[in-house]
């Protein structure tokens, strides 16, 4: 299932009861970003902001949040009923990350009702929220799909990368050379001494932050799987400025280039993180120079409040729940590792945290779990700490988890595995800022850790313990149970049900 664009999108929200328009006049300096926090804290509707503080008329005078903010809304966009369980959702992207339909090039399209070239060029013309009082600036890309192309392969990538509005006409990103895979293009227009052409698309169909957000296997292109997941291609027109291609329904697409000369990087930074801390300090990135700006007309500009916070889960940490843990599961399976049962990622942790269920196959199984996940490149920002449970154990369950490391993880026997110096997110707060040094390091630096709660096979096995190599649980036997439940009126505890 596909929308169009976003307005239908919109509709589709607004036909649920899952959008409000807020009318009263609302500041995009801090206001805008604390009502959308209060309203993730009441897990409330995605918001239409159409009375923005200094936006009345112009340009843009719109503003979209929050679209992705609750499972049942993702659910919904996904083409499921508001309901479905996580299995299922995590199952059905499993299978659709995996496949594709190529784009289908089109002429033209609503995104080239207004072209902007040259000193016309004003970011500021568009309502983009400081979100957070502690910002360095206006977060233009909190949740655009920044398209970029290797130039090898001529293979497009389309992934969520931040950025802020430095001059009218500039916008330093967290843009790390060889890092996410426009880190990896960047790298090689570097080699070549060319600048690299980006065009960062704002306002589509849900699944495009579903998917630029996420990590897609390298050399595969997100607006594919776009297609997909659409079940027909994604209609993409030509840019006017730069080599790539963006959807031909888009609210707004902001072309440029970015050059690898430091001499031209402006500071970004700070930015509240999907840690729910600020990330970093200010620090001078490779920063976008701005060549055009295509959109609707009236068009609608899309963001997202990013970070989470106990009770309060952005959207980025919605999606990453289910992507996060199909995407593990699809490693997983891909590394052929036997008797994975179930992978479940809790949106408080975006995926840094990770608990994959298992019917045991062998002593060193989840070592060999833990180490498939590290050793792909997913596990940039995400799988800082992986927990394996027996089959008996529900994943989704912290009571249930807590009981296991309680009482089968057993740290000197190599339960507790701590991979000390591997990459890992440069926006950490626990990391020390000379580990997170990325003009040093090249990316940040994790010690990841393996917390291996299930059974040991190593103790043998006793014919007291039903021949096993565990003692049994306290819960009574099944006749007992029977026979209990038979008399439960006679003893008078119906009630208790
Ligand atoms: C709201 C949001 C903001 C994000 N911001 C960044 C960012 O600033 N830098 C970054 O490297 N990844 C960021 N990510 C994560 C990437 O989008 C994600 O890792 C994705 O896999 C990147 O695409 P790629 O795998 O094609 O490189 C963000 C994700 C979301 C949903
Ligand atoms: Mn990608």
Redesign the pocket.
Same mark, same amino acid.
């Given at each position: 299932m596909g929308f169009m664009d976003l307005r239908q999108w919109l509709g589709l929200l607004e036909k649920n009861g899952d959008l409000r328009r807020i009318g009263a006049e609302v500041h995009w300096d801090r206001e805008l970003g604390a009502v959308a926090r209060r309203v993730l804290e009441k897990k409330g509707p995605a918001l239409l902001f159409e009375n923005i503080t200094g936006y009345p008329s112009g340009r843009c005078t719109r503003l979209f949040t929050g679209g992705l903010g609750d499972r049942r809304r993702l659910a919904l966009a996904l083409g499921f009923p508001r309901d479905v369980g996580n299995a299922e959702l995590v199952q059905y992207v499993m299978g659709k990350n995996r496949q594709t339909i190529a784009p289908r090039i089109v002429k033209t399209g609503p995104v080239k009702e207004v072209v902007v070239k040259g000193a016309a060029i004003d970011q500021n013309e568009f309502p983009v929220p400081r979100w957070h009082h502690l910002e360095g600036g206006r977060y233009i890309?909190?949740?655009s799909g920044i398209v970029t192309r290797d130039p090898d392969t001529r293979v497009m990538?389309?992934?969520? +990368? =931040?950025?802020m509005i430095g001059r009218p006409d500039t916008a330093p990103?967290?843009?790390?050379k060889g890092? %996410? +895979?426009?880190?990896?293009h960047f790298q090689k227009y570097s080699d070549r001494g060319e600048p690299m052409p980006v065009a960062c698309v704002v306002g589509w169909d849900p699944i495009m932050?579903f998917l630029?957000?996420?990590?897609?296997p390298a050399g595969v292109c997100?607006w594919d799987v776009m297609g997909a997941y659409r079940g027909e291609p994604a209609e993409l027109v030509r840019c006017e400025t730069v080599d790539l291609e963006v959807p031909a329904t888009a609210e707004i697409v902001i072309e440029g280039l970015i050059r690898d000369d430091p001499s031209a990087w402006e500071l970004e930074g700070p930015?509240g993180? +999907?840690t729910g801390h600020l990330s970093d300090v200010p620090t001078p990135r490779p920063t976008m120079k701005v060549t055009c700006i295509t959109h609707r007309r009236d068009p609608i500009f899309r963001g997202?409040l990013?970070g989470t916070l106990p009770g309060s889960y952005?959207?980025?940490s919605v999606?990453?729940a289910i992507q996060r843990a199909g995407i593990a599961w699809n490693i997983l399976t891909g590394a052929g590792i036997p008797g994975i049962r179930d992978v479940h990622v809790h949106p408080i942790t975006n995926g840094v945290n990770i608990v994959v269920q298992i019917r045991k196959a062998y002593q060193g199984q989840p070592k060999q779990i833990a180490a498939a996940l590290w050793g792909n490149?997913?596990a %940039? +920002? =995400?799988y800082k700490h992986v927990i394996v449970v027996d089959d008996d154990i529900a994943p989704s369950s912290y009571e249930q988890i807590d009981w296991a490391i309680a009482h089968r993880m057993n740290a000197g026997e190599g339960g507790l595995v701590v991979f000390p110096g591997i990459f890992g997110s440069p926006i950490d707060p626990s990391t020390p800022m000379e580990d997170r040094d990325v003009s040093r390091l090249g990316t940040g630096l994790w010690n990841r850790v393996l917390i291996d709660a299930t059974r040991s096979w190593k103790f043998e096995r006793r014919p007291e313990w039903g021949n096993e190599r565990f003692p049994p649980t306290v819960r009574p036997a099944a006749e007992d149970e029977a026979r209990v439940r038979a008399r439960w009126s006679e003893l008078g505890l119906e009630d208790l049900g």
């Open positions: 890309h909190t949740f990538n389309v992934g969520i +990368y =931040r950025g990103m967290l843009l790390i890092g %996410q +895979y426009w880190g990896h932050p630029a957000g996420s990590p897609i997100e930015f993180e +999907y997202s990013e952005s959207e980025n999606m990453s490149s997913a %940039q +920002y =995400r």
